[in-house]
């Protein structure tokens, strides 16, 4: 199909004029960090494009060969190729890499639902690449004696979070896939992966393997110990096993409800607290009936 071009009116310049671009000419950004799932938003997102189009151009970047390099729009990109669509509206950017990283982790980082993992490698790749522009990373005064902002203080500024968040996020780079997928799947909390991430990746690796021995994984102050005994001497099995084999809340066994089951059972109203106590006092009165029962 040819390419087409499509002005939306005269004082258009380059960054804004929107193009038609064939979808076998486009290209995944390198590296970009984050996933295309292809799950019931995703199922939204085409349902959407079918009946309204694409409403917001995506953003690329030229290549050598005649291709371009997608900087915002995989999943419009990946909606397009489901629903067979043989060009996309886009809107080409003359960006060298370091550019379109930033422009890249920004289009994304404000979209809701993305996962730590998505979080933390998008705030990396932004911090990694603010560094090679020659951005300084310490604290500096401007010509007039005002504090200039640090790398990450600009990136926290940028996403609305803090600057002690977004340290944290990019500490979860360092962590080990096992671990890092058992934080996106919600099965470990932010703080005591950042404290594993600190730790040396044979370590983590052993306690990972620990974690299965026990089916559990170490509370904040566990992995606090663990990594100040680290700072001190090199942390063995025997370190990690005795740690580990003290009880803890995640140890105790539990029942696991989902929500999803459950709403269909109650009105709109009802709050997740409102929903246990009415189970609870659902299974104390079964409990008094079979005593009773048994008591005959």
Same mark, same amino acid.
């Given at each position: 199909?040819?390419?087409?071009?499509?002005? #939306?009116?005269?004082?258009?310049?380059?960054?804004?004029?929107?193009?038609?671009?064939?979808?076998?000419?486009?290209?995944?950004?390198?590296?970009?960090?984050?996933?295309?799932?292809?799950? @019931?938003?995703?199922?939204?997102?085409?349902?959407?494009?079918?009946?309204?189009?694409?409403?917001?151009? !995506?953003?690329?970047?030229?290549?050598?060969?005649?291709?371009?390099?997608?900087?915002?729009?995989?999943?419009?990109? $990946?909606?397009?190729?489901? #629903?067979?669509? $043989?060009?996309?509206?886009?809107? &080409?950017?003359?960006?060298?890499? %370091?550019?379109?990283?930033?422009?890249?982790?920004?289009?994304?980082?404000?979209?809701?639902?993305?996962?730590?993992?998505?979080?933390?490698?998008?705030?990396?790749?932004?911090?990694?690449?603010?560094? =090679?522009?020659?951005?300084?990373?310490?604290?500096?005064?401007?010509? =007039?004696?005002?504090?200039?902002?640090?790398?990450? %203080?600009?990136?926290?500024?940028?996403?609305?979070?803090?600057?002690?968040?977004?340290?944290?996020?990019?500490?979860?780079?360092?962590?080990?896939?096992? $671990?890092?997928?058992? &934080? @996106?799947?919600?099965?470990?909390?932010?703080?005591?992966?950042?404290?594993?991430?600190? #730790?040396?990746?044979?370590?983590?690796?052993?306690?990972?393997?620990?974690?299965?021995?026990? @089916?559990?994984?170490?509370?904040?102050?566990?992995?606090?110990?663990?990594?100040?005994?680290?700072?001190?001497?090199?942390?063995?099995?025997? @370190? #990690?096993?005795?740690?580990?084999?003290?009880?803890?809340?995640?140890?105790?066994?539990?029942?696991?409800?989902?929500?999803?089951?459950?709403?269909?059972?109650?009105?709109?109203?009802?709050?997740?607290?409102? !929903?246990?106590?009415?189970?609870?006092?659902?299974?104390?009165?079964?409990?008094?009936? =079979?005593?009773?029962?048994?008591? =005959?």
């Amino acid at each position: 199909m040819t390419e087409r071009t499509n002005i #939306l009116n005269e004082t258009q310049d380059d960054a804004t004029r929107i193009v038609y671009l064939p979808t076998d000419k486009l290209r995944a950004f390198a590296e970009h960090p984050y996933k295309i799932i292809d799950n @019931d938003e995703m199922t939204s997102l085409v349902e959407s494009i079918k009946t309204q189009g694409i409403l917001t151009p !995506i953003v690329v970047r030229p290549m050598v060969n005649g291709e371009y390099e997608i900087v915002s729009g995989h999943r419009r990109v $990946f909606a397009c190729n489901k #629903l067979g669509m $043989f060009e996309v509206p886009a809107v &080409v950017r003359e960006l060298t890499r %370091e550019e379109a990283i930033v422009v890249m982790a920004d289009s994304n980082l404000h979209r809701d639902g993305l996962l730590p993992s998505e979080k933390a490698f998008a705030y990396k790749m932004k911090l990694d690449a603010i560094k =090679r522009q020659g951005e300084r990373t310490d604290l500096t005064s401007d010509h =007039r004696g005002q504090k200039s902002l640090t790398s990450v %203080e600009r990136i926290a500024l940028e996403s609305d979070e803090s600057k002690s968040q977004v340290q944290r996020y990019i500490a979860l780079t360092n962590l080990i896939p096992e $671990f890092l997928q058992m &934080v @996106d799947e919600g099965k470990m909390a932010l703080t005591p992966a950042v404290e594993i991430s600190r #730790l040396p990746i044979e370590t983590q690796r052993m306690l990972h393997r620990e974690c299965e021995l026990c @089916d559990c994984t170490p509370s904040y102050s566990q992995t606090v110990r663990m990594r100040k005994i680290n700072e001190v001497r090199e942390l063995t099995w025997h @370190d #990690l096993t005795e740690i580990m084999s003290e009880e803890k809340a995640n140890q105790k066994e539990k029942v696991t409800f989902f929500m999803d089951d459950l709403k269909k059972y109650y009105p709109r109203s009802a709050t997740p607290k409102d !929903i246990a106590a009415d189970i609870m006092k659902m299974l104390e009165s079964r409990y008094k009936a =079979r005593r009773n029962r048994d008591a =005959r």
